[in-house]
Protein backbone atom coordinates (compact mmCIF):
# COMPACT_ATOMS: atom_id res chain seq x y z
CA UNK A 1 0.00 0.00 0.00
CA UNK A 2 2.90 2.24 1.01
CA UNK A 3 4.33 2.19 -3.18
CA UNK A 4 0.71 3.43 -3.51
CA UNK A 5 1.89 7.19 -2.62
CA UNK A 6 1.09 9.19 0.39
CA UNK A 7 -2.50 9.36 0.11
CA UNK A 8 -2.90 5.27 0.39
CA UNK A 9 0.20 5.60 2.73
CA UNK A 10 -1.85 7.13 5.53
CA UNK A 11 -4.19 4.01 5.63
CA UNK A 12 -1.14 2.15 5.71
CA UNK A 13 -0.14 3.68 8.94
CA UNK A 14 -3.86 2.46 10.43
CA UNK A 15 -3.56 -0.65 9.54
CA UNK A 16 0.05 -1.24 11.62
CA UNK A 17 -1.15 1.33 14.24
CA UNK A 18 -4.22 -1.53 14.34
CA UNK A 19 -1.82 -4.50 14.06
CA UNK A 20 0.48 -2.84 16.86
CA UNK A 21 -2.44 -2.49 18.89
CA UNK A 22 -4.09 -6.12 18.95
CA UNK A 23 -0.11 -6.77 19.89
CA UNK A 24 0.11 -4.88 22.77
CA UNK A 25 -3.58 -5.65 24.18
CA UNK A 26 -2.59 -9.07 25.82
CA UNK A 27 0.21 -11.15 26.72
CA UNK A 28 1.60 -12.52 23.55
CA UNK A 29 1.30 -16.40 25.11
CA UNK A 30 -2.60 -15.83 25.58
CA UNK A 31 -2.42 -15.17 21.38
CA UNK A 32 -1.87 -18.25 20.26
CA UNK A 33 -4.76 -17.85 17.42
CA UNK A 34 -7.29 -15.38 16.26
CA UNK A 35 -9.72 -17.74 18.41
CA UNK A 36 -7.72 -17.71 21.98
CA UNK A 37 -7.66 -13.48 21.86
CA UNK A 38 -10.97 -13.30 21.08
CA UNK A 39 -11.67 -15.88 23.88
CA UNK A 40 -9.30 -14.41 26.16
CA UNK A 41 -10.86 -10.89 25.68
CA UNK A 42 -14.58 -11.98 26.35
CA UNK A 43 -13.43 -13.81 29.39
CA UNK A 44 -11.48 -10.67 30.99
CA UNK A 45 -14.66 -8.50 29.79
CA UNK A 46 -11.85 -6.08 27.71
CA UNK A 47 -14.99 -6.94 24.81
CA UNK A 48 -18.12 -4.47 24.78
CA UNK A 49 -21.01 -4.77 23.02
CA UNK A 50 -22.49 -1.22 23.76
CA UNK A 51 -19.76 0.99 23.86
CA UNK A 52 -16.49 2.11 21.60
CA UNK A 53 -13.19 0.01 23.57
CA UNK A 54 -9.65 -0.55 22.34
CA UNK A 55 -10.43 -4.31 22.41
CA UNK A 56 -7.97 -6.20 20.27
CA UNK A 57 -11.45 -7.89 18.80
CA UNK A 58 -12.89 -4.63 17.97
CA UNK A 59 -9.57 -4.07 16.08
CA UNK A 60 -9.65 -7.39 14.75
CA UNK A 61 -12.95 -6.19 12.86
CA UNK A 62 -11.89 -3.16 11.98
CA UNK A 63 -8.59 -5.40 10.25
CA UNK A 64 -11.37 -7.53 9.16
CA UNK A 65 -13.66 -4.82 7.04
CA UNK A 66 -9.72 -3.48 5.58
CA UNK A 67 -8.98 -7.11 4.17
CA UNK A 68 -12.44 -7.05 2.83
CA UNK A 69 -12.31 -4.03 0.74
CA UNK A 70 -8.60 -5.03 -0.48
CA UNK A 71 -9.86 -8.83 -1.28
CA UNK A 72 -12.92 -7.20 -3.35
CA UNK A 73 -10.59 -4.28 -5.32
CA UNK A 74 -7.93 -7.13 -6.33
CA UNK A 75 -11.10 -8.88 -7.52
CA UNK A 76 -11.90 -6.07 -9.85
CA UNK A 77 -8.63 -5.54 -10.77
CA UNK A 78 -8.15 -9.31 -11.59
CA UNK A 79 -11.24 -8.84 -14.06
CA UNK A 80 -11.26 -8.14 -18.40
CA UNK A 81 -12.63 -4.99 -20.03
CA UNK A 82 -16.37 -4.56 -19.73
CA UNK A 83 -18.93 -4.91 -22.80
CA UNK A 84 -17.13 -2.06 -24.29
CA UNK A 85 -13.41 -2.64 -23.65
CA UNK A 86 -13.01 -0.84 -21.19
CA UNK A 87 -11.05 -1.21 -17.72
CA UNK A 88 -11.96 0.12 -14.41
CA UNK A 89 -9.16 2.45 -13.17
CA UNK A 90 -8.18 1.23 -9.19
CA UNK A 91 -9.51 4.24 -8.12
CA UNK A 92 -13.45 3.09 -9.22
CA UNK A 93 -12.23 -0.34 -8.03
CA UNK A 94 -11.14 1.35 -4.70
CA UNK A 95 -14.47 3.23 -4.05
CA UNK A 96 -16.60 0.14 -5.63
CA UNK A 97 -14.80 -1.52 -2.70
CA UNK A 98 -15.04 0.78 -0.52
CA UNK A 99 -18.71 1.00 -0.74
CA UNK A 100 -19.53 -2.12 0.12
CA UNK A 101 -16.96 -2.64 2.98
CA UNK A 102 -15.93 0.17 4.49
CA UNK A 103 -18.61 2.97 3.91
CA UNK A 104 -21.13 1.82 5.74
CA UNK A 105 -18.93 1.86 9.17
CA UNK A 106 -17.14 5.44 8.27
CA UNK A 107 -18.85 9.13 9.39
CA UNK A 108 -19.15 11.19 6.44
CA UNK A 109 -15.76 13.18 6.55
CA UNK A 110 -13.85 10.16 6.75
CA UNK A 111 -15.87 8.43 3.42
CA UNK A 112 -15.32 12.31 2.07
CA UNK A 113 -11.66 11.66 2.59
CA UNK A 114 -11.86 8.61 0.95
CA UNK A 115 -13.22 9.78 -2.30
CA UNK A 116 -9.88 12.11 -2.66
CA UNK A 117 -7.90 9.13 -2.03
CA UNK A 118 -9.07 7.03 -4.98
CA UNK A 119 -8.85 10.31 -7.60
CA UNK A 120 -5.00 10.21 -6.77
CA UNK A 121 -4.84 6.53 -7.05
CA UNK A 122 -2.33 5.79 -9.44
CA UNK A 123 -3.62 3.71 -13.13
CA UNK A 124 -3.77 0.47 -13.68
CA UNK A 125 -0.48 -0.90 -15.12
CA UNK A 126 1.09 0.84 -11.85
CA UNK A 127 -0.49 -1.64 -9.90
CA UNK A 128 0.00 -4.44 -12.40
CA UNK A 129 3.31 -3.86 -11.89
CA UNK A 130 3.31 -4.22 -8.00
CA UNK A 131 1.96 -7.60 -8.92
CA UNK A 132 5.33 -8.18 -11.38
CA UNK A 133 3.19 -8.32 -14.19
CA UNK A 134 3.23 -6.14 -17.52
CA UNK A 135 0.00 -7.30 -18.96
CA UNK A 136 -3.60 -8.23 -17.51
CA UNK A 137 -3.60 -11.64 -19.01
CA UNK A 138 -0.03 -12.13 -16.62
CA UNK A 139 -1.81 -10.06 -13.78
CA UNK A 140 -5.18 -12.37 -14.14
CA UNK A 141 -3.76 -15.59 -11.94
CA UNK A 142 -1.64 -13.78 -10.31
CA UNK A 143 -4.00 -11.58 -8.29
CA UNK A 144 -6.44 -15.46 -8.17
CA UNK A 145 -3.66 -16.53 -5.89
CA UNK A 146 -3.77 -13.23 -3.81
CA UNK A 147 -7.84 -13.39 -3.88
CA UNK A 148 -7.66 -17.17 -2.89
CA UNK A 149 -5.61 -16.62 -0.06
CA UNK A 150 -7.40 -13.11 1.28
CA UNK A 151 -10.17 -15.12 1.06
CA UNK A 152 -9.72 -18.20 3.42
CA UNK A 153 -8.04 -15.48 5.87
CA UNK A 154 -11.48 -13.09 6.06
CA UNK A 155 -13.77 -16.81 5.59
CA UNK A 156 -11.67 -17.78 8.90
CA UNK A 157 -12.53 -14.33 10.39
CA UNK A 158 -15.91 -13.42 9.66
CA UNK A 159 -16.70 -16.92 11.27
CA UNK A 160 -15.51 -16.39 14.18
CA UNK A 161 -16.60 -12.96 14.47
CA UNK A 162 -20.15 -14.10 13.74
CA UNK A 163 -20.04 -17.14 16.15
CA UNK A 164 -19.24 -14.27 18.68
CA UNK A 165 -21.83 -11.67 17.68
CA UNK A 166 -18.68 -9.28 16.88
CA UNK A 167 -19.81 -8.07 13.46
CA UNK A 168 -21.31 -5.42 14.59
CA UNK A 169 -18.90 -3.95 17.60
CA UNK A 170 -19.37 -0.10 18.50
Same mark, same amino acid.
Given at each position: $? /?? #???? =????????? /??????? &????? @????? =??? $??????????? %??????? %?????? !????? %??? +??? #? $????? %? /?????????????? !????????? !?????? +? $??? @????? *???????????????? *????? /???? =?????????? *? *????? &?????????????
Amino acid at each position: $M /ES #LGTM =VSFFSQKVR /EKTELIR &QSLPA @QVYRS =VRS $MVEAELQAGTV %SFSRRTD %SGCRTL !LRLHR %SLL +WLK #L $MLEGL %S /EGPDAEGRFKTPGE !LSRDAYKVA !LAPHHP +W $MLR @QAAEI *VFLALPDREYFLQLVC *VQKQE /EATP =VLRIIIHALS *V *VHTRT &QRLLAKYNMLELP
